[in-house]
């Protein structure tokens, strides 16, 4: 797996994207680029080089999400071992809405370690929010970073 800013010092890119097509030894290995670059013609280029792009800014989720197209994976979505049942938001109870509002702006900004805190805090809440809890957890898991956001946003609302 290669990432490739594709405005480098140099040697750009496109330059070494190229570089790797070429070589026998090296052109099977799956290429994402980065770029700031909206222009058309440059993604009409980029996607006849790498095999994945990114525009800049890029955030974790979607970064996990293009280097998962490009490596061998099986998303199993488990719970200690068990398959788990797709939770809806009318079967849980959401906890307050400062909670709530603290774990969209982690999940959005993609950070594990805030999301985990926010998990930890909604524990102590008492045992009434624990699907809620298992669900982000296991969505967590997964970097599905976007998913935590719609599925709260959905209860956010159910509750209005």
Known sequence: ?????????????????????????????????ITASALKQDEEVISKLCGGYLRKPI???NLIREIMKH?????????????????????????SSDAVK?????????SVTEI??????????GRQYQPFVN??????REYLFDEIVDFVQ?????EE
Do not use: W
């Open 154 to 158: 959905r209860g956010v609302d159910k």
């Open 59 to 61: 955030c974790r989720s």
């Open 102 to 110: 603290r774990l969209i702006q982690a999940a959005n900004m993609g």
């Open 1 to 33: 797996m290669s990432v490739l800013d594709m405005k480098m010092p140099e040697m750009d890119g496109y330059e070494m994207a190229e570089h790797l097509q070429k070589d026998d030894a090296l052109k099977d290995i799956p290429v994402i680029a």
């Open 71 to 95: 490596l061998p994976h099986t998303v199993v979505k488990t719970m200690e071992g068990v398959p788990l049942k797709e939770i809806t938001p009318t079967e849980m109870r959401f906890p």
């Open 135 to 140: 669900k982000i957890d296991a969505c967590l």
């Open 116 to 125: 985990k805190n926010c998990i930890a805090d909604i524990k102590a809440m």
